[in-house]
Nanobody, 116 residues
Framework: QVQLVESGGGLVQPGGSLRLSCAAS????????MAWHRQAPGKQREMVAT???????NYADAVKGRFTISRDGAKNTVYLQMNSLKSEDTAVYYC??????????WGQGTQVTVSS
């Protein structure tokens, strides 16, 4: 059974930092591309950052230079370090695992709220 368990969300002031974690189980983590997406109230879900099985990364323009995605194969975990947070970063953040072939898997999401 595939499980993606996100953690690390919460309330933070503008300019602050958070680190999200997504622990994966039930998959061969090393061959999966991993990603973080987010969905703000009333908006469509959007890609935030991706990392391939080989470690190549890609970011949405809105978060470039502020967010960093990384992965730890020993822990089957993908991280999203978020710095210089803005109110517009407020959203539910979802972890995604995409295999070389077939459908991807989603976590349950973790709320990030940026507010003073």
């Amino acid at each position: 059974q595939v499980q993606l368990v996100e953690s690390g969300g919460g309330l933070v002031q503008p300019g602050g930092s958070l680190r999200l974690s997504c622990a994966a189980s039930g998959i061969m983590f090393s061959v999966y591309a991993m990603a973080w997406h987010r969905q703000a109230p009333g908006k469509q879900r959007e890609m935030v950052a991706t990392i391939t099985s080989g470690g190549r990364t890609n970011y949405a323009d809105a978060v470039k230079g502020r967010f960093t995605i990384s992965r730890d194969g020993a822990k089957n975990t993908v991280y999203l370090q978020m710095n210089s947070l803005k109110s517009e970063d407020t959203a539910v953040y979802y972890c995604n695992a995409r295999p070389p072939l077939g459908s991807s898997f989603w976590g349950q999401g973790t709320q990030v709220t940026v507010s003073s």
